[in-house]
């Protein structure tokens, strides 16, 4: 009885491990798993298989794993990286950091912008920040290349219709910090979004610097140096992405 309750307890269902192990989503996993592209020690996984400790699983004939090891790092980015793990970019952000573990960023901190950026090997965690439903708050540094008004001011709060993407952007933070500088924070990750915004404006971004997400701050860690997020700012992250 015992036994059977410790394996109840460790088995996990497999949309929940193909997300924890980074391959997608639960709800892309549950797709992948009715096109019979998962297997379970060889047998095709269907909704609600549990998967055991000790057992393969694989996709589309490659096997995927949950590293137990959880790793969470805060990165600061210099401008240059790019925000990817593939290797075709020769300036992409796993190479630059070398870690010995397998990790992938969280979201992009695009290739002009410096700033902090989260990596990990949890891939799930990583979807729920991601999710812009779930309106995780991300703080910038902004300095454009003329003097701010408050017109501008008031039009960076307010939803901004961008175009070229198809996309509004939703009322967010804005708060003057020099004549050329301003605080935001953003509830969304669109492509080049503050960028993008200051533009609609007619000003231009000269620096960009990322210094926090969520509960994260970027603090006083160097251009180019990574950390390992505290027990305490990785249980708080944790308790806000457990309440959604």
């Keep these: ?14 949309n929940k491990y193909l997300s924890q192990a980074g391959v997608c989503s639960r709800r892309q996993a549950d797709v992948y798993v009715e096109a ?3 297997l379970v020690d060889g047998v095709p996984a269907v909704s609600g298989t549990k ?5 393969e699983v694989t996709f589309d004939g490659k096997s995927v794993y949950i590293q137990e090891e959880l790793v969470f790092l805060a990165f600061h980015k210099p401008k240059g990286i790019v925000c990817t793990s593939s290797k075709a970019e020769k300036n992409n952000i796993i190479d630059y950091i070398n870690y010995p573990e397998r990790i992938y960023p969280v979201g992009r901190l695009d290739k002009d912008s410096q700033g902090l950026i989260l990596l990990t090997n949890d891939g799930e965690a990583a979807n729920q920040i991601m999710k812009a439903r779930n309106y995780h708050e991300k703080e910038y540094e902004v300095t454009v290349d003329r003097r701010i008004t408050k017109e501008f001011m008031e039009g960076m709060r307010n939803p901004v219709p961008l175009q070229e993407i198809g996309a509004v952007t939703r009322r967010c933070k804005v708060k003057k910090e020099g004549s050329n500088q301003f605080r935001i924070i953003l509830t969304q990750g669109l492509n080049r979004q503050i960028r993008r915004m200051c533009e609609y404006f007619g ?13 994260i701050d970027l603090g006083d860690l160097k251009e180019g140096a990574y950390r390992k997020l505290t027990p305490k ?6 308790e806000e992405l457990n309440r959604e």
Excluded at 1 to 14: A, L, N, P, Q, Y
Excluded at 51 to 55: D, E, I, K, L, S
């Design 1 to 14: 009885m015992e036994e059977t309750k410790r394996k109840k307890e460790e088995s996990i269902r497999i």
């Design 36 to 38: 019979g592209k998962v």
């Design 51 to 55: 998967v055991m400790p000790g057992q």
């Design 203 to 215: 000003y231009r971004v000269t620096r960009l610097k990322r210094v926090r997400v969520m509960n």
């Design 233 to 238: 700012e990785l249980k708080q992250l944790k």
